[in-house]
């Protein structure tokens, strides 16, 4: 049996309702990051990179979506579609596509070659979690984060060089700022960024001193972030433009588009309450009497007022009640709420005073049940008959 494939928005970190855009952005992430090229001899980031490139190829073509939305993996291989990555299944232009996003580049072979994508560089986007409460959920919340991110060497404004200095031409590259390799078995020619220069096609011979010629360093941040009401845990609010600038390959002094902040909101389990979608459950402990008799009680609520239940006579252990409206905000509607459900647990007392038990005793004997110290009830009934 093949082992069991992870679900591909999971894989990219991504919402079922993603766009394109989105898709393609958190791909490009993992792909920069998991690729052999800059994790050499690591197995576990070589089968990430598959695995992201495996969710790519499917999520970002519209019908192999659609197959896959409505019959997961299986539905993929009935159709003919891949169930896992496989170069050799793939257009090549969708190969030299994902490459290029990688290098930066463009390649010339079976399909004809491609430049670098169009538009203005842009940087990488970020990620930092941040811990709340269920309350902060029911109500939205204003919290701090703090991160790292690098940013434009103000000594050499992202040159790399001694201020002062100038970098020279890339021997490797004698300037173009691109070499030719071959790849997947001589199948096509990868014109990708010199390695040296990174794609410039100059060099620095003496290095900043702040930056040690990467051009970038990295500072700490703080930031203050609206935590939207109702949001749930894993998902992420944006903050535009707080990433990184972009490379010091594609953009020297730092201009084009920022990165994104990505703020994953983690909430703290509760003491008393249970989420479930927008509705929370409370178990209830009640008396015997109580749920016997009925009552009018007290239940908390996330807002921490308090709310009237109504307990019939009759309840029995288990019985469901719903409070309306007292759950938690729909994220995309705050107006709308989730219900308060309240699970009725019966609890029998462990000790008992002598009046109680005197009348415990008097129902059992009402009821003809037998009891702990007395013989009869039950099995007399049995044997009666």
């Known amino acids: 049996m093949p082992p069991a494939q992870r679900d591909y928005y999971e894989v990219l970190g991504i919402e079922r309702s993603a766009d394109a855009e989105e898709i393609k952005r958190a791909y490009r992430r993992l792909a920069m990051k998991y690729h052999p090229d800059r994790n050499p001899g690591d197995a576990e980031a070589e089968a990430k990179f598959k695995e992201a490139a495996a969710a790519y190829e499917v999520l970002a073509d519209e019908q192999k979506r ?39 580049g463009g390649f010339a072979g079976g399909g004809g070659g491609r430049g670098r994508r169009q538009g203005p560089a842009r940087g990488y986007d970020l990620e930092t979690e941040v811990a709340i409460t269920l309350e902060d959920v029911a109500a939205g919340v204003e919290t701090t984060v703090d991160f790292a991110r690098l940013d434009v060497c103000e000594s050499c ?14 021997p490797t590259c004698g300037g173009q700022g691109k070499v030719q390799q071959t790849g997947l078995g001589g199948m096509f020619r990868m014109v990708t960024a010199c390695p040296a220069c990174h794609g410039r096609g100059k060099v620095v011979k003496e290095f900043c001193g702040s930056c040690k010629g990467r051009g970038r360093v990295s500072k700490k941040r703080k930031l203050s972030v609206r935590i939207p009401p109702g949001i749930r845990d894993g998902q992420a609010v944006r903050v535009r433009g707080e990433g990184e600038p972009p490379p010091q390959e594609e953009s020297p002094s730092g201009e084009g588009l920022r990165g994104d902040l990505m703020v994953v909101v983690r909430v703290q389990e509760h003491k008393l309450f249970q989420r479930n979608e927008d509705d929370l459950v409370l178990e209830l402990p009640i008396s015997f009497t109580q749920a016997a008799l009925g009552a009018e009680i007290e239940v908390p609520t996330i807002e921490q007022d308090r709310a009237k239940l109504t307990v019939p006579r009759g309840t029995q252990f288990g019985d469901v009640f719903r409070l309306t409206d007292k759950g938690l905000p729909d994220v995309r509607d705050p107006r709308r709420k989730g219900d308060l459900v309240v699970l009725v647990k019966v609890e029998v007392p462990k000790k008992l005073s002598a009046a109680q038990e005197k009348l415990l005793r008097e129902l059992a004997a009402l009821e003809g049940e037998a009891v702990s110290g007395e013989s009869g009830g039950f099995f007399k009934k049995i044997f009666k008959s």
């Open 66 to 104: 659609r197959i896959y939305d409505q019959y997961g993996h299986e539905g993929l291989r009935g159709s003919g579609g891949p169930a896992t990555h496989d170069f050799s299944r793939m257009d090549p232009n969708d190969i030299f596509s994902m490459f290029a996003d990688i290098f930066g």
């Open 157 to 170: 404004t992202g040159s790399g060089a001694k201020p002062g200095s100038k970098p020279v031409q890339c």
